[in-house]
């Protein structure tokens, strides 16, 4: 029997309508039965409805946001469908579910939670919308709530796959579908047993794909982008990038834990267990030959590879009975930061000292601060960059250990890593 081949649209691909009407191109005459079609919210979608929580947790208007973003996706069904298409009712009755949702109350103690509900519309919106114009356009496909198929616990924000439940609700709902029609659903999106929606953090559509991959044991997954496929660095910050062809599992895992952002970091593993290889490929360039990640052991690439990780946070904190660093207080450290399930993106121990930088995450950098200050004097610094060089060499060393606003600088025998002052 033919394995089921998965696609994933992050949110640049469906950002408008000129955008969802190319997607349609790329699906032309590469859509069939056995596909799963995974869509990210469109454009900046996220950022709005993260917009959303912050004025309503601090007691300024939001509705004035939600206008303007139901006015935003209303237009883009204007310029793809006629008047009396239903999706136009679809799309205002998810905002009226949204308004209701925004009126229960928000506090510190259930932000997580409400932020999971109150973001998953992005994704719903989006995958009905175009459910909706890829069967306008004779593209038939069967619209899939991710909710029902992806299990999680109720670690909001991050929550963790029951891999398990995941791949039996994945057979008990795809299963028959797939026998007849592509299926298109959410990325970033789960649910516990109770029935809680949850995210699986950040850019999460990535980890969705490979996770619905691993669990139908897909032939593979392709990422459509807005780049050639994974480069070097990020075009947008640096000149005369490279392409790479193809990339080991491995290096692949290592780049992303590095922040490389054109794949979620979660995304490697489950289709490295399976051997299920996952291309990138440009959605501006959709005949191109993209980059494939798979089982490439050979395959060491030795050119620098540079990856920017924006809004960090550097804490040190800094012991304050004249004793040294020791086991004992870097557990006492990492046990704080997994019961709030805040990741560490570079660390740095000194004779007396512990300094970490950690993503900006509103409450829990706060709460790590509250927490540990009766242990240890603690000083930080906000807004920097995470900058990190794979496989330097003496140019790329000279280049940016010679930048000014350095922080905090480590370096080891293939990798570089630079805490400092945005480069503005």
């Not at 993260?50 to 883009?76: M, P, Q, T």
């Not at 930061?337 to 993106?345: A, F, H, I, K, S």
């Amino acid at each position: 029997m033919t394995k089921a081949i998965v696609y994933k649209f992050g949110g640049a691909s469906v950002k408008d309508a000129s955008a969802i009407k190319n997607l349609h191109t790329v699906l032309l005459n590469r859509l069939q039965n056995k596909m799963v079609i995974v869509v990210s919210a469109m454009g900046k979608t996220t950022n709005s409805l993260e917009e959303i929580l912050k004025c309503k947790f601090s007691g300024n208007d939001y509705y004035s946001n939600c206008a303007i973003l139901r006015k935003n996706h209303l237009a883009v069904c204007s310029a793809l469908f006629e008047e009396q298409n239903p999706v136009f009712s679809i799309v205002e009755n998810l905002f009226l579910q949204l308004e209701r949702d925004l009126e229960h109350p928000l506090n510190r103690e259930n932000y997580d939670q409400y932020y999971d509900r109150i973001v998953s519309y992005g994704e719903i919106l989006s995958s009905k919308i175009i459910h909706a114009y890829l069967c306008t356009m004779g593209l038939y496909c069967v619209w899939q709530d991710a909710k029902e198929i992806i299990a999680t616990d109720e670690s909001f924000r991050s929550a963790k796959i029951d891999w398990s439940l995941t791949a039996k609700q994945c057979a008990k709902q795809l299963g028959e579908k797939l026998k007849k029609f592509p299926v298109i659903t959410q990325g970033f999106l789960g649910a516990s047993p109770a029935g809680k929606w949850t995210t699986l953090g950040r850019e999460g559509s990535d980890f969705s794909a490979a996770i619905i991959a691993h669990s139908i044991q897909a032939k593979s997954v392709t990422i459509w982008k807005d780049v050639p496929g994974v480069l070097n660095a990020d075009p947008k910050r640096f000149a005369d990038t490279v392409k790479f062809d193809r990339i080991d599992y491995k290096e692949a895992a290592e780049m992303t834990y590095y922040g490389a952002s054109v794949i979620h970091p979660k995304t490697i593993k489950p289709l490295a267990n399976l051997k299920i290889p996952l291309n990138v490929r440009s959605f501006l360039d959709p005949e191109g030959n993209g980059t494939i990640i798979g089982d490439f052991p050979e395959e060491r690439h030795t050119i620098p590879t540079i990856v920017v990780k924006d809004r960090q946070v550097l804490v040190t904190f800094e012991v304050t009975d004249y004793t040294f660093i020791n086991e004992s207080h870097i557990h006492h450290v990492y046990a704080e930061l997994e019961r709030l399930r805040l990741g560490v993106n570079m660390l740095q121990t000194s004779a007396i000292s512990i300094s970490i930088c950690v993503n900006e995450e509103l409450f829990k950098v706060e709460q790590l601060l509250e927490e540990m200050g009766d242990s240890f004097k603690i000083r930080y610094n906000e807004g920097l960059q995470l900058l990190t060089v794979k496989n330097y060499d003496e140019a790329s060393k000279e280049q940016f250990l010679g930048r000014e606003g350095i922080l905090v600088e480590q370096t080891t025998r293939s990798t570089i890593q630079l805490v400092c002052k945005p480069d503005v």
